[in-house]
């Protein structure tokens, strides 16, 4: 058995991550809400993390960090981390590449970690990493994934300076959790990830579908912490962003073809619009997010564009006064069986805008679909039929009814990282 010191109450925690603040991920939210909160709770706190650059997307996410011990390791040359204030949002910019990542994406997840240029990053982290731990001792080291430097680095000084690993997965792109990957990359890959995770005290993830998948795939116990949401959308600028007095259903975030996919939703709307025309004034559908393309090419097949109109990428929060002011949410559940645990951040931010969620998928006993009915905050739909009766619904009443927020409390980033400090403790130190 590991000898460790005895947990004190103030911890000393490093957290290895790519995803902080000012960039703008669902990543950034959850290892910002460790270190905010574990700080704010008399812990001290320090986040080991790489330089940006532009093909990391938007840099504004404007948390505030002063108050917290970023190290910030440049890898790509000696350019300074990009911050908040250097472009912030520069929409052009950012769809450009968008852009190319959509076009390389087969090619770049296909290779996975090989091609994957944080991996340069590693020795850079290390340099940094040893520094810090040279200069006292920690309680313990989490790292976030993906990418997988972050784990190699964290495994690594845990194991040269005998301090618990927890390594934390957001996404599983081995095995059968992969997507696009070539048969010899997810060989490979899971390979690296298993030897890896021999080495960690505490394994956590983002869901019960992962959990599970990681239980059985390592036959151990793996801890559950969902990614939570951060801001109360009740506090945040509630002015409408439409002039219109039309019921706008609103999508926030990524689409995948054929996984996580409107197509259905809009096939249906396109029938109702026809079955029901004494409705349509009342209607508008807004999808926020990069795949402009792809939603505008199912718009003009089903003869859509009187009432569906595409935006883009939108700050973080613009994106969530959208949502607060939205008259439904549309959450797209994945359609694969396969996928089952992949819980983007946007449910979470839609649990608490006080809007209803319609849920559209293929199951209603997924996840996701779980956690909406237990938040009491929308329903769920799987075929056209019911996606017809809600719509009449829906434009029957006037306004949509609101969400109380009673059953998202559980869901707050607060709440879920104290949840997760909780475990770590007790796995590490239960037995010491």
């Not at 920690?138 to 005998?162: G, T």
């Not at 060989?187 to 059985?216: D, H, M, P, Q, Y």
């Amino acid at each position: 058995m590991e000898a460790y010191p005895k947990r004190m109450p103030g911890m000393k925690i490093m957290i290895v991550t790519h995803a902080f603040p000012p960039m703008n991920a669902t990543a950034s939210h959850r290892v910002y809400s460790w270190a905010k909160t574990w700080s704010e709770d008399g812990h001290e706190v320090h986040i080991l993390t790489t330089g940006k650059h532009t093909f990391d997307g938007s840099m504004d996410l404007n948390y505030d960090i002063s108050d917290l011990n970023v190290h910030v390791v440049p890898y790509l040359g000696k350019k300074r981390a990009r911050q908040a204030s250097d472009d912030g949002f520069k929409k052009n910019n950012i769809e450009k590449w968008e852009r190319i990542k959509t076009y390389t994406r087969k090619f770049r997840f296909g290779m996975g970690m090989f091609t994957d240029l944080r991996m340069l990053a590693f020795g850079p982290l290390m340099r940094e990493g040893r520094k810090l731990l040279q200069e006292g001792d920690f309680d313990f080291i989490i790292s976030s994934y993906p990418p997988e430097v972050v784990h190699l680095v964290a495994c690594r000084l845990s194991l040269e300076f005998r301090t618990p690993w927890v390594a934390d997965y957001r996404d599983l792109w081995f095995r059968e959790m992969r997507l696009f990957q070539y048969r010899l990359t997810t060989f490979l890959s899971g390979l690296v990830n298993r030897r890896l995770l021999r080495k960690a005290k505490v394994i956590s993830t983002v869901s019960k579908g992962l959990s599970k998948r990681l239980e059985e795939l390592l036959n151990r116990q793996v801890r559950v912490s969902y990614n939570g949401f951060i801001k109360p959308q009740w506090e945040i600028d509630s002015s409408r962003p439409w002039k219109d007095d039309k019921i706008h259903i609103v999508y926030t975030g990524r689409l995948y073809p054929g996984k996580r996919d409107p197509r259905t939703f809009l096939q249906t709307v396109s029938t109702f619009r026809k079955s029901e025309p004494s409705f349509d004034h009342r209607l508008a559908i807004d999808f926020y997010g990069y795949d402009v393309g792809y939603v505008e090419g199912i718009a003009k097949e089903f003869g859509l564009e009187p009432c569906l109109k595409t935006h883009g990428f939108v700050p973080y929060d613009e994106s969530l006064r959208i949502q607060r002011n939205a008259g439904v949410l549309l959450f797209l559940d994945w359609a694969e069986e396969s996928a089952e645990g992949i819980l983007t951040g946007k449910l979470f931010e839609y649990l608490t805008s006080r809007r209803p969620i319609l849920c559209v998928g293929t199951r209603k006993d997924t996840e996701a679909a779980d956690i909406i009915r237990n938040a009491e905050c929308g329903v769920v739909v799987t075929c056209g039929e019911e996606i017809h009766s809600y719509l009449h619904e829906l434009l029957e009443q006037e306004p949509p009814e609101t969400p109380g927020i009673e059953g998202a409390a559980f869901y707050s980033r607060e709440n879920q990282t104290r949840i997760l400090l909780e475990q770590i403790t007790h796995s590490i130190y239960s037995a010491a």
